[in-house]
């Protein structure tokens, strides 16, 4: 079972920051906190990662409370082929490769 | 850096048959993960090869396998096919050294079973 909480869907105008909540209250040390987008009927698209320190590239920001319990994904000026299915994923760090398990995502909607 | 291909991209089967996909990882992975997705389910994990090797398995049945090639390429096959199996069908390729590293995905094949 996924291990994040997510809001079904948001609305956000273009241009705006669209920012996506994710709740991972059981979140263990050695976890990272991962998102992916999917655009409808495309293969999940990488976006962002990151352990505890708020991280930045040229898609997104990731902003990781102290805590650890929740994080905020940031589009910083959303346009519509923002539009998609935004999963929140907390996966383990090891020397392994260790399988993503996705809810159901928030279901961004970028409107003109 | 040419992305993740999966070969092919829309497939029609009759229930019974079975079926084998394809998938091409990106140059230099060495790890390649499969995942279906129905509305129903969502996104689950099937398994995942690294050297030939199957490395990590979901919880499908065993009409669900695939294998790895020595170039990395990957191949899953669905036997004695079911209409739930109608899905899109996902590959991921990644970098497999220690520590943390993120799974690009493959545009997907989508199975339809009548």
């Known amino acids: 079972d996924a291990k994040t909480t997510q809001p079904p869907s948001m609305d956000c105008a273009e241009g705006r920051a669209a920012n996506l909540p994710c709740n991972h209250s059981t979140i263990s040390g050695n976890e990272y906190v991962y998102w992916y987008r999917q655009i409808h009927s495309q293969g999940p698209q990488y976006i962002i990662h990151?352990?505890?320190n708020n991280e930045t590239n040229e898609m997104a920001s990731l902003i990781i409370t102290e805590d650890r319990k929740s994080s905020t994904l940031i589009l910083p000026h959303a346009t519509l082929r923002d539009t998609a299915v935004y999963y929140c994923?907390?996966?383990?760090?090891?020397?392994?490769?260790?399988?993503?398990?996705f809810g159901k995502g928030t279901r961004l909607s970028v409107i003109a | 850096k040419a992305g993740v291909t999966q070969t092919p991209r829309y497939l029609i089967k009759t229930r019974g048959q079975q079926v084998t996909l394809s998938c091409s990882p990106i140059s230099g992975h060495r790890s390649v993960s499969w995942y279906q997705q129905t509305p129903g389910q969502g996104l689950q994990f099937l398994f995942e090869y690294f050297s030939e090797t199957q490395r990590n398995k979901g919880n499908f049945p065993g009409r669900f396998s695939g294998r790895q090639f020595s170039n990395s390429r990957s191949e899953m096959n669905v036997s004695t096919l079911e209409l739930g199996d109608s899905a899109l069908y996902l590959c991921a390729s990644s970098l497999d050294t220690s520590g943390v590293y993120e799974q690009y995905f493959g545009p997907g094949t989508r199975l339809t079973v009548t």
């Open positions: 994923i907390v996966r383990v760090a090891n020397s392994g490769n260790t399988p993503l398990v």
């Open positions: 990151g352990l505890k």
